[in-house]
């Protein structure tokens, strides 16, 4: 779990990752239909602190929230959008590196 704490912590910490690091604030946003369409928001924040409080039973489950959230930000942004673009190339890398830690 350490392995993964430290990409993750790495992770967040590149600005193109910046969109995912918090809780979506739809109000602020200007998205109100955000939790009709999505029905499990995550953040990889949320992620982190997780991981902080050992409240993932293995790894797997941890990369599931990961994968979660990008498939979040790919379920309610169109394909065209920036953060659409973030968020797939970042589960890509993600789940590149998850095989190898």
């Keep these: 779990m350490d392995a993964l704490e430290h990409y993750l912590e790495a992770l ?6 910046l969109p995912f690091t ?7 946003l200007g998205i109100p239909d955000y939790f009709a369409i999505i029905a499990h928001p995550m953040d ?3 992620v982190l602190r997780r991981i902080r409080k050992q409240e ?11 994968r979660l959230v990008f498939r979040n930000a790919m379920t309610y942004n169109t394909p065209n959008s920036a953060v659409y673009q973030q ?5 890509n890398d993600f789940d590149t590196k998850f095989q190898n830690l």
């Design 12 to 17: 967040v910490s590149k600005p193109e990752a």
């Design 22 to 28: 918090a809780p979506v604030d739809a109000l602020a």
């Design 44 to 46: 990889l924040g949320t």
């Design 56 to 66: 993932y039973a293995s790894p797997t489950e941890c990369a599931k929230d990961v």
């Design 87 to 91: 968020a797939r190339a970042l589960h």
